[in-house]
């Protein structure tokens, strides 16, 4: 199994910044891609952003220009800067990583607990 740890998550202004981190742990799996998903209250849960082990990302086109992913691959950790928040943007956020054992090929996802993030008007 992977274990995903989830922090950074609160209660901000519009217009503030908050950035979420996420680690994992599991020794007998490989990390491929990390992302980062958020689903609101009545709404289907959504890709925010992903980012693969050789840095290329994706975004959500609600995202764009306002959030950053990246990860540190040593620590197999990614993190998700955002900036510029808006009331829209609240949400449970959800760290997914995609990994494989070392002794197998296919891959699983694999989720965390969720941190909330409520952005006030």
């Known amino acids: 199994q992977v274990q995903l740890v989830e922090s950074g998550g609160g209660l901000v202004q519009a217009g503030g910044s908050l950035r979420l981190s996420c680690a994992a742990s599991?020794?007998?799996?490989?990390?491929?891609?990390m992302g980062w998903y958020r689903q609101a209250p009545g709404k289907q849960r959504e890709l925010v952003a992903t980012?693969?082990?050789?840095?290329?990302?994706n975004f959500a086109d609600s995202v764009k220009g306002r959030f950053t992913i990246s990860r540190d691959n040593a620590k197999n950790t990614v993190y998700l800067q955002m900036n510029n928040l808006k009331p829209e943007d609240t949400a449970v956020y959800y760290c997914?990583?995609?990994?494989?054992?070392?002794?197998?090929?296919?891959?699983?996802?694999?989720w965390g607990q969720g941190t909330q993030v409520t952005v006030s008007s």
């Open positions: 980012i693969t082990s050789n840095s290329s990302t």
């Open positions: 599991g020794s007998i799996f490989s990390i491929n891609a």
């Open positions: 997914k990583a995609v990994a494989a054992p070392y002794s197998g090929s296919l891959y699983y996802n694999f």
